[in-house]
Each structure stands twice: as C-alpha cells, then as structure tokens.
T-cell receptor, first 110, second 113 residues
C-alpha cells in the first residue's frame, strides 16, 4: 500500500528559528494533506496540496508539493511556542482512506 | 474539529474484557474511520466505513470490531483478542471517501491493566 516517510522524527528549536519537515513517497501522489496535533490533542487539518510544484502559505507556514508529486515539505518561519506539536503528512491509500506519516514532533524552547 | 464526539475520553479495563468506544458525528459525513495512535507510530487505520451498514478492515483490524447501523454512529469494540489494546483511539469522518479532509474527534485513551 501507499507509504510515506516523514523526517525528521523529532526537532527541538529555539523560538525564532525556522523549522522544516519533509514527507517522501516512492510513488507519485494524487495529493497530500498536512495535519497538526498539539500535545494531548487530536490532529487538525492544515492544508491539502494537489498540483505539481504547488506552494501554499498560511502566515508563517509554507507548504510545498514537489514537481514530481513524490515529496512535500512544511516550513515554519520564525517558530513560536504555539507551534509546538506533531506535524503529520497524509496521502490517499487506494481510493478511500488516508495513510499518515509517522509525524515530526516539534519542540520550541522560549 | 467540531461535530465529532468520542466517549469516554479515558477508560481503564482489565485484561480479557471487551470494551466499546463510542463515536458520534453530526456533520452529515458519509465516511467514518477509526485510527489507533501509539508513540512513534503515527496513526494506523483500524476500520473504516463509507456508508451505513458497510465497513472495511484497515491495516490493523485484528482484535477489533465495528458497526455502522446509523450514519451518525460508528462504535469500535476492542475485544480481548487484541494483544496490545492500550493506546489512544481516534475516530474521524469525512464528507465522502474520495480523499477529502478528515475531521477527528478528541480521542479516547484506553488503558488495559
């Protein structure tokens, strides 16, 4: 089935530093979604990327979909303590479900 | 986020007992899902349902059972056959099955002792 590798598993940054997480697939993806899960909370949808080379921004967050539609990244500029959490990418498996990456846990020190 | 209610939020059970986790949604979504989350494992799909009275096994269905008698409800039973049931269980729903955004409930923490 469809699998995605997400790296790094964990990153600890100082507030104000940038952060990037990557999601890689061995096969071409139809689309990719990103979710954020705060500590003790549940995953919340952030964005969906569909087009090759697509770039979308949400304030300090920049999402990219690779030209070959096999990889994606989430970049946070100037992290804040509110960015703490685990970021997951998710891709369609078959036609009806999502497969999630293992996530990147982000810790931000003030 | 809203519109999906899971209960209970915390549950303790003795080994060998079956336990049922409730999931109700008022979003009028067709598809519903159950995921299990363990530390470092991400989210793994247990069961999903695209329509009432129909459901399919996910990646880790062994030791679990579900029903979908109503569009709004998708309860999950963790049976005594599940070897390592202690985990965080997340119910989710989406408009339909075609890769739409998934909305999650707040989750249920199950501890088996």
């Amino acid at each position: 089935g469809q699998q995605v590798m997400q790296i790094p598993q964990y990153q600890h940054v100082q507030e104000g530093e940038d952060f990037t997480t990557y999601c890689n697939s061995s096969t071409t993806l139809s689309n990719i979604q990103w979710y954020k899960q705060r500590p003790g909370g549940h995953p919340v949808f952030l964005i969906q990327l569909v087009k090759s080379g697509e770039v979308k921004k949400q304030k300090r967050l920049t999402f990219q979909f690779g030209e070959a539609k096999k990889n994606s990244s989430l970049h946070i500029t100037a992290t804040q303590t509110t960015d703490v959490g685990t970021y997951f990418c998710a891709v369609e498996k078959g036609y009806s479900t999502l497969t999630f990456g293992k996530g990147t846990m982000l810790l931000v020190s003030p | 986020d809203g519109g999906i209610t899971q209960s209970p939020k915390y549950l303790f059970r003795k080994e060998g007992q079956n336990v049922t986790l409730s999931c109700e949604q008022n979003l009028n979504h067709d598809a519903m899902y159950w995921y299990r989350q363990d530390p470092g494992q991400g989210l793994r799909l247990i069961y999903y349902s695209q329509i009432v009275n129909d459901f399919q096994k996910g990646d880790i269905a062994e030791g679990y059972s579900v029903s979908r008698e109503k569009k709004e409800s998708f309860p999950l039973t963790v049976t005594s056959a599940q070897k390592n049931p202690t985990a965080f269980y997340l119910c989710a729903s989406s408009m339909d099955e075609s890769g739409n955004t998934i909305y999650f409930g707040e989750g249920s923490w199950l501890t088996v002792v």
